[in-house]
């Protein structure tokens, strides 16, 4: 099983002390059979408690104030990771079949939320494209290998020219943007012929071989496929997300998977540095970060035992009565 060791730094500078700063961060990569979480350390600037529980969607997410006044913020996690290759889907079921297999998702709880289209002017332009796309004897999974190829093929990669509050319709009209863009025109496409799909956040680690994404976070999407489950997908580079893409978040959108967000009391004038850095190479080293404040704190992997909301446990309660149902 390969394993990578990924280096995370987020850095605010700000032109004035900032003070009461509140930030939530998703920067503990996801467990399950495909993908563990071997050893991860955290450092924050001013070494604040970060409390930590389980969202709505599955994800681990922290929480931390530092109300001293302060002109840096650093948020530095360092994460070893180990993946395992997860086989394609298979086509052996009817194209019909899998098609009605997909229409009682949309009343089921773990896929409502992932079915919800969102409204922008060229959604009408965009359901054209998908109908003439999708072929007559062609399964939910070939359907969704053929989104993703028009996503590569028809959107320019480039950097610069979107924020992570760039909506769909400029999105559509620019015809371009980055990863996290192309992730969202994506799971709009799939969500039009009522395939389910989520937003990944993550970073992808290739050894450097010119691929989308890499030194930076990145984006893709999930597809629900019928008798397989949630099969990753890369518009950016147009390849199926594997062992060598490590998952952070999923959501429905950027907004639930941001690895870093919060609020501040002070001048509004700050500058915002990240870095994403893959084995053994250094960007800032844990002593640069205790000369801020921090401590460098070992975080242990397994969370089973942390909080979950009770809006989450009240739609576990409803899944699994769903289930029963079946």
Known sequence: MP???????TRYLYDAPARDSANQ???????????????QEIAITGNPIVDKHIDYYGNEVGSFTYSDPHSVLTIMSKVLVS??????????????QQWEDLKPLQYMVPYIDFLRQEYFEGV????VIVDELRGKDETPYQVALRFCEYVYKNFNYIKGVTTVETTLDEIWKLKGGVCQDFA??????????????RYVSGYICTDKNGMRGEGATHAWAEAFIPDYGWLGIDPTNNIIANENHIRLAVGRNFMDCSPVKGVYK??????LEVSVVMDGEKVISKEEIAAEGAAYTVITPAA???????????????????QQQQ
């Not at 025109?185 to 012929?193: D, N």
């Not at 002070?266 to 500058?271: A, D, K, P, V």
């Open 124 to 127: 009408e332009e965009l359901k």
């Open 266 to 271: 002070g001048s509004s004038g700050h500058r």
């Open 304 to 322: 089973d035992h942390l909080a979950k909301n009770s809006y989450q446990r009240h739609m576990e309660m409803i899944q699994q009565q769903q």
């Open 25 to 39: 961060i998703i920067l503990f990569p996801i467990k399950d059979e495909y993908q563990d979480v071997l050893k």
């Open 184 to 197: 969202h025109i994506l799971t709009e496409m799939l969500r039009l012929k009522n395939i389910p799909a």
């Open 83 to 96: 993946t395992k290759y997860r086989p394609y889907p298979v086509n052996d079921i009817f194209p019909g």
């Open 3 to 9: 394993e990578f060791e990924i280096q995370h730094i």
